[in-house]
């Protein structure tokens, strides 16, 4: 019997597990394997070998492991199959196959589109923080986790998901695109980021097209984003490249887009869905999978 495992790599962050879940439904629904579960390698529950053992005792004969990746970098290249191995060691009978990780797609392009035309202002950053809150299971190690004890029992917000989001769309040829990258000490693991950004460019959608990196390349995200106010546009539309609702999303991200708008109170600064909120997502995760 055919299964597939969704393999990320977790965080501490509460409810980070939540995207990946949402993408395995969909993923069911499209009826393209019998049996499809969700492991982390580090941090979030379940990991990858209770995420095998589930498929086993469902009766799978066959795993096809899809990388919930964007590049195929360290976690790829060695961290999944040192954790394939260490499966196959508790599950010899079982046969494992593995596919390529997301990478480049050309519609990758339209999902940042996408994101950047439904961008909102301030009041809804903090979005997927709130949703975090929800999930919280008090645990210390949470990058939201303060010294005044757990923001859970301390926040009396309402959920900003609740709010009636406005359905206008961003004019998009007036603004900036900034997209927001972590980045890689691996400098060809960028290479498959910039094709896409390129292709946005290429398309002559907005007025300029920037990216900035949250650590080890440059340009930093403030540097991108006092480039983009540099450009003359009054709006900054900013889509997080980020797959899961990590520290970075709820916390880093937001801290900076709002000390670049106090540094250029003259330009108005949007963001959108990180990039794994997509449903573009799953469809290229179908697309893996039906290739490997």
């Known amino acids: 019997m055919e299964a597939i495992v969704l393999f990320s790599h977790g965080s501490l962050l509460c409810g980070v597990g939540e995207t990946l879940k949402i993408h395995a439904e969909r993923l069911s629904n499209r009826n393209l394997a019998p049996i499809i579960e969700i492991g982390f390698l580090n941090y979030s529950e379940p990991s990858f070998l209770q995420a095998v053992t589930a498929c086993a005792e469902r009766g ?20 999944l199959p040192k954790s394939v191995n260490e499966a196959k060691l508790q599950y010899p009978e079982l046969e494992f196959v593995t ?31 709130d949703r975090a809150l929800q999930s919280c299971r008090m645990l210390e190690s949470c990058p ?3 010294p005044s004890g757990c923001p859970k029992l301390i926040s009396s917000s309402p959920l900003n998901g609740e709010r009636q989001v406005d359905a206008r769309s961003n004019s998009l ?13 691996t400098a060809s693991a960028n290479d498959q980021f910039f094709e896409i950004l390129e292709e946005i460019k290429a398309s002559a959608l907005f007025a300029h097209v920037q990216q900035g990196f949250l650590e080890c ?3 930093s995200i403030p540097a991108a984003i006092d480039l983009c106010a540099a450009t003359g546009v009054k709006k900054i539309l900013v889509v997080p490249y980020f797959l899961h609702t990590g520290k970075h999303v709820v916390k880093d991200l937001p801290t900076l887009l709002s000390e670049g708008s106090l540094r250029h109170p003259d330009v108005e600064f949007f963001m959108g869905d990180f990039l794994g909120r997509s449903s573009i997502i799953t469809d290229i995760l179908a697309k893996r999978m039906i290739s490997t």
């Open 60 to 79: 799978a004969t066959r795993i096809t492991v899809l990388p919930y990746f964007l590049a195929p970098g360290y976690f790829v290249n060695t961290a």
């Open 99 to 129: 596919a390529e990780p997301i990478g480049y797609n050309q519609a990758l392009a339209s999902a940042i589109v996408e994101s950047a035309a439904r961008a909102r202002p301030k009041e809804f950053w903090y979005e997927d923080r």
């Open 144 to 146: 939201l986790y303060p």
């Open 173 to 185: 040829e007036d603004a900036a695109l900034l997209a927001l990258v972590h980045g890689s000490p």
């Open 217 to 219: 390349n440059e340009p």
